[in-house]
């Protein structure tokens, strides 16, 4: 029989995965749109629209926000598997005290 308090971890563990799944998703924007994130983050990095940037200017851009969305995509990853591991340790400690 768990403890309550097990249970709370695992309720806690389960939660962090997804809220790391929903983080993920929303990270990888970039990664597969450059161009249209560029465009909606142009006027906050040049105060110009998207269309009057130089082609330099466009690229720099896009490189930058699909850099960031990769950094994203490997942050998310290391804590998934964190909390996975932190997962999987409190469960064989959960079923120790139970056996």
């Given at each position: 029989m768990q403890t309550p308090n097990g249970v709370s971890r695992f309720r806690r563990a389960a939660g962090l995965m997804v809220l790391a799944a929903v983080t993920a998703t929303f990270a990888g924007c970039a990664a597969y749109d450059p161009q249209g994130t560029a465009q909606a983050y142009a006027p906050?990095?040049?105060?110009?629209?998207?269309?009057?940037?130089?082609?330099?200017?466009?690229?720099?851009?896009?490189?930058?926000?699909?850099?960031?969305?990769?950094?994203?995509?490997?942050?998310?990853?290391?804590?998934?598997?964190?909390?996975?591991?932190?997962?999987?340790?409190?469960?064989?400690?959960?079923?120790?005290?139970?056996?």
């Open positions: 906050s990095y040049y105060n110009a629209s998207y269309s009057s940037l130089s082609p330099e200017q466009k690229m720099q851009l896009e490189d930058h926000l699909a850099n960031q969305s990769n950094q994203a995509w490997r942050t998310t990853a290391q804590v998934g598997s964190a909390v996975g591991r932190l997962a999987q340790g409190t469960g064989i400690l959960l079923f120790a005290a139970r056996h």
